[in-house]
């Protein structure tokens, strides 16, 4: 069971870069329609300098381009059987635009254990940077693990 010792290890930072074939793949999968995300014409008159990228792309960036994706079950001894994903988050701080080249940084945050024990909800937040070192966005997620616990 992963415990208090894990709060604070970060993980290997991903290095992703917006492209805009990905991102349209993205785009067509979810049914976004939204101009801002498809043509520069829109998005600059929105007031951006580019395409930014929808809210939920920084997930998807980090789980495609990471090259161990499984290394946070790894170190911490969790079976990838018994992981839920919680819920996720996204704090920006400045627009993400296609051709951005971004380095996230995930890090554990929290271990809560629930249900004496039978649930280990485990906080990840993830610093996102640009090329440029500019802090544009915070992920958040939880995972769930499904503990075995013995009966009395």
């Known amino acids: 069971m ?4 894990a709060v604070g290890r970060c993980f290997t930072p991903v ?8 991102l349209r793949y993205f785009l067509n999968t ?9 043509d520069v014409d829109a998005a600059r008159a929105a007031g951006f300098t580019g395409m930014p990228v929808p809210p939920t792309y920084l997930f998807c960036l980090e789980m495609m381009d990471v090259d161990d994706p499984f290394e946070m079950l790894t170190a911490l001894g969790i079976d990838l059987a018994r992981v839920l994903h919680g819920e996720q988050s996204f704090v920006y701080h400045a627009p993400v635009l296609v051709g951005d080249t971004l380095t996230l940084r995930p890090r554990v945050t929290s271990v809560t254990n629930k249900k004496g024990g039978a649930m280990t909800l ?3 937040q993830c610093e996102v ?6 802090h544009v966005a915070d992920t ?4 769930v693990v499904r503990n075995e616990v013995a009966s009395s």
């Open 122 to 124: 485990i906080g990840i």
């Open 30 to 38: 979810l049914g976004e329609q939204n101009k801002v995300y498809r």
């Open 129 to 134: 940077t640009n090329q440029d070192g500019v």
């Open 15 to 22: 290095t992703a870069r917006v492209e805009p074939g990905r």
């Open 2 to 5: 992963v415990d208090q010792s």
């Open 140 to 143: 958040g997620r939880t995972i």
